[in-house]
Nanobody
Framework: QVQLVESGGGLVQAGGSLRLSCAASGLTFSAYNMGWFRQAPGKEREFVAAIRRSGGNTYYADSVKGRFTISRDNVKNTVYLQMNSVKPEDTAVYYC?????????????????WGQGTQVTVSS
C-alpha cells in the first residue's frame, strides 16, 4: 500500500521560512518523479514544484521560482520543499504526489499517488 505523508506545515510570518517533508512508503521511491502542489480555499489545485527520479532536474511554478527549492533523498524515501521568503498568497494546503510518468509533471492528473496534505498559513 502506497503512502505519502506530508509534515512540516504550520503558521509562519511573511518573509519567513518553512520546510515541508513528504515521506513515501510502499513504492520504489527512486523510480518515481515527485511533485508538490497546493490548493487554497475556493481555488483549483496548482503546481508548485517537481523533481525527477534522480534529483537531477527540477521544475518550478513562476510564482515560487527563486523562493522555493524542491529536493529529495532517495535513501530516506523523502521529498522536501524548502520555502523561503513566504508571502500571504502562499497560504494553502500543500500536497506531495508521485508519478511514474516522464512528462507533464505540472499537471495534477499525471500523478498516481497523493498525500493527505499539510496546511501552510502565512500571516502578513
Amino acid at each position: 500500500q502506497v503512502q505519502l505523508v506530508e509534515s512540516g506545515g504550520g503558521l509562519v510570518q511573511a518573509g519567513g521560512s518553512l520546510r515541508l517533508s513528504c515521506a513515501a512508503s510502499g513504492l520504489t521511491f527512486s523510480a518515481y518523479n515527485m511533485g508538490w502542489f497546493r490548493q487554497a480555499p475556493g481555488k483549483e489545485r496548482e503546481f508548485v514544484a517537481a523533481i525527477r527520479r534522480s534529483g537531477g532536474n527540477t521544475y518550478y511554478a513562476d510564482s515560487v521560482k527563486g523562493r522555493f527549492t524542491i529536493s529529495r533523498d532517495n535513501v530516506k524515501n523523502t521529498v522536501y520543499l524548502q520555502m523561503n521568503s513566504v508571502k500571504p498568497e502562499d497560504t494553502a494546503v500543500y500536497y506531495c504526489a508521485a508519478t511514474g510518468r516522464l512528462i507533464s509533471l505540472g499537471v495534477p492528473a499525471t500523478y498516481d499517488y497523493w498525500g493527505q496534505g499539510t496546511q501552510v498559513t502565512v500571516s502578513s
